[in-house]
Each structure stands twice: as structure tokens, then as C-alpha cells.
């Protein structure tokens, strides 16, 4: 509860947080989405001279 009363907002029953890190067929990348998502960006690492395991 706010300072205020009043109850925070909350997300819709059973809604689910979209997948942030994406591995697949030895490609890593990572979604960041900002605060408000309203925009989202996806950094690539794969090109990133480490093992997969320290790139996820």
C-alpha cells in the first residue's frame, strides 16, 4: 500500500514476464525492456569471444 492508501497496481492473474534471455541454436541474446514497457531492445551476444556459458 502507498503512503497514501492507496494498493498498488498488479498485473492481470496469470499473466507471465516476457522471456529476457534468448538462447538458441548457440545464439545468446538478451531483451531489455524499459520501465514502462513501452519500448524494448535486444543486445546480441554472440559475437562476444567466450564460452556460451559465461555469455549467458
Known amino acids: 500500500m502507498s503512503r497514501r492508501g492507496r494498493r498498488a497496481s498488479l498485473p492481470a492473474a496469470g499473466w507471465r514476464p516476457p522471456e529476457r534471455l534468448l538462447v538458441a541454436d548457440g ?8 520501465e514502462k514497457g513501452c519500448h524494448s531492445r535486444v543486445f546480441d551476444f ?11
Open 46 to 56: 554472440c559475437g562476444v569471444p567466450v564460452s556460451g556459458e559465461l555469455q549467458r
Open 27 to 34: 545464439e545468446c541474446a538478451v531483451r531489455y525492456i524499459d
